[in-house]
């Protein structure tokens, strides 16, 4: 094989085939990233699931984790159809569906994107911060998140944003700052992937995340006036002046990490855990 690709041997988490892919070099050069999830595609390990592996830089298999969502193979007549257009099915197409999640994760929770393009990537910054916006409520958009980089330019990477995501055009992801499952994202992208009108595909994002935001901003004026508050305690207020099903642990944790990221860190920091602080002092 060509000194530009490693041969990697992968297993599908599903059904256990498994199979041979070729991965750039370069990736695992980079000592300053700990571990690569690589977007392997139905049809590249077996003909039915897509997944992520987790690589070391010595390119090693650390994990494996599977991807729910079934996406119709893009062929070059579905490809005719979105063109040059931005939509959601085009971003899934060049960044992978666990790239959209990652990236929808870090406008919601104000994570800055640092993107390594190929020369081939034709889409502008400016263009992909407004398709960002569009996901967003009109009073939370505006602010530019998401940085193109020249590539090949891992070996001269050098970003100072510690709590950034970083990927590249090639549907490899170098980076995630947070360590939460996106199952919120997956939820939301696979309810729009439903719906075929492009526009009310990110229009229905923008509904899901709004209402996360609107959860969040509650939380914050209720932890405006206090001290502290226990996560059962803020969950039981939060469902009945919202008027909505319990919130579930992982839900709480989301609008945690949004004040923390967008609001205020103090007041994050009053939403306490009965566990943690038992542990805390044993």
């Known amino acids: 094989m060509s000194e530009t690709f490693k041969v990697l041997e992968v297993s599908c988490p599903v059904c256990g085939e498994t199979k041979n892919i070729n991965i750039p070099v370069a990736i695992f050069s980079q000592k300053k990233f700990g571990t690569v999830k690589i977007q392997v595609p139905v049809n590249a390990v077996c003909p039915e699931h897509q997944f992520i592996v987790f690589v070391d830089t010595k390119g090693v ?13 893009i062929t070059p007549e579905t490809d005719k159809e979105v063109e040059r257009r931005l939509n959601l099915r085009k971003l899934i197409q060049l960044f992978g569906i666990y790239g959209i999640f990652s990236l929808i994760h870090a406008k919601i929770f104000n994570y800055p994107s640092y993107i390594i393009k190929d020369k081939n990537f034709e889409y502008s910054e400016e263009i992909l911060n407004t398709v960002g916006d569009m996901i967003l409520p009109e009073s939370f958009s505006g602010s530019k998140t998401i940085y193109l ?3 090949p330019s891992l070996n001269k990477l050098n970003i100072k944003d510690k709590d950034a995501l970083i990927m590249d055009t090639q549907q490899h992801i170098f980076q995630t700052p947070w360590n939460v499952k996106m199952k919120f994202e997956e939820g939301i992208v696979k309810r729009a992937l439903e719906i075929i009108d492009e526009q009310e595909q990110l229009k229905l994002l923008q509904q899901d995340i ?8 509650h939380a914050t004026y209720i932890l405006q006036d206090i001290k502290k508050i226990y996560e059962d305690e803020l969950i039981e207020q939060l469902s009945k002046n919202l008027k909505i099903k319990t919130i579930s642990n992982y839900r709480l944790n ?5 004040i923390r990221r967008n609001i205020s860190k103090t007041l994050a920091s009053k939403i306490k855990s009965r566990v943690g602080e038992f542990l805390s002092i044993i």
């Open 210 to 217: 709004g209402r996360l935001i609107n959860e969040a901003n």
């Open 149 to 151: 980089l020249d590539g």
């Open 61 to 73: 298999v650390r994990g494996y984790e599977k991807i729910d969502i079934q996406m119709a193979i």
């Open 254 to 258: 989301l609008i945690k990490e949004y």
